[in-house]
């Protein structure tokens, strides 16, 4: 109810539905947000902790950073990301990501115009956000227009719906992911690294629009 969303209400919550009875599956997107209020969050981890050892709540949790160090970095007391599974969502299978724009379009009964997937591909590379930031942006344009698209144009508005997303991710990488990624041959072991976190696609980055960020350095200190 608070205006600050109070996470001891969330705490409280939890308890009167786990109370009631009721199966719970509790999603929490940009989980690294929390640590900036470590000292609430630690007494709702204590709980998450009690609740990870009963079949009643499953937890999904979505960070940049592994749990471990976030737990590091934000000063927790509770250990909470030994009663997670942890796994780092990378790129999509270029037939998964297709077949996902394809089922978004035709459920709402618009046809994918010509050069529709290509040019996700280019911008978006499938990495599982900016598919579905591209799939909007063509979207909306497909539901306004009964043209052709002008991917010129698209990329633009792309580009900059995109911007302030891709410069948290720069800025969220180490120096030596950013070194790696400006080098146009990064050692293979690195290549390796960057591709399991779905920031390379075959050696480059895996947008068009990320890869001239890089080059012209966008996010750069001036």
Not at 64 to 83: D, K, Q, T, Y
Not at 97 to 115: A, C, D, K, T
Not at 166 to 178: D, G, M, P, Y
Not at 187 to 203: Q, S, Y
């Amino acid at each position: 109810q608070d205006d600050d969303g109070d996470l001891l209400a969330l705490e409280d919550a939890l308890q009167e539905w786990q109370q009631a009875g009721r199966q719970l599956l509790l999603l929490l997107d940009e989980v690294d947000r929390l640590i900036e209020r470590a000292t609430e969050f630690n007494d709702v981890l204590d709980l998450w902790r009690v609740f990870g050892q009963t079949p009643t709540l499953n937890i999904v949790t979505a960070s940049r950073l592994p749990l471990a160090e976030l737990v590091r970095l934000g000063n927790l007391v509770s250990p909470f990301h030994n009663i997670f599974i942890e796994q780092c969502l990378g790129l999509l299978a270029e037939a998964d990501w297709r077949g996902l724009v394809r089922e978004g379009f035709e459920s709402r009964g618009l046809p994918l115009p010509p050069g529709a997937l290509p040019w996700i591909a280019e911008v978006a590379g499938g990495h599982p956000f900016y598919t579905q930031m591209a799939a909007d942006v063509l979207y909306q344009w497909r539901r306004d227009h009964a043209a052709e698209p002008d991917y010129a144009a698209l990329t633009s508005v792309f580009a900059a719906q995109a911007h302030a997303t891709l410069k948290s991710l720069w800025e969220h990488l180490t120096a030596r992911e950013q070194a790696a990624l400006r080098a146009p041959r990064p050692a293979p072991h690195t290549v390796a690294a960057l591709e399991h976190r779905g920031l390379l696609r075959n050696g480059r980055p895996f947008s068009t629009i990320f890869a001239q960020g890089i080059r012209e350095g966008w996010w750069e200190e001036k």
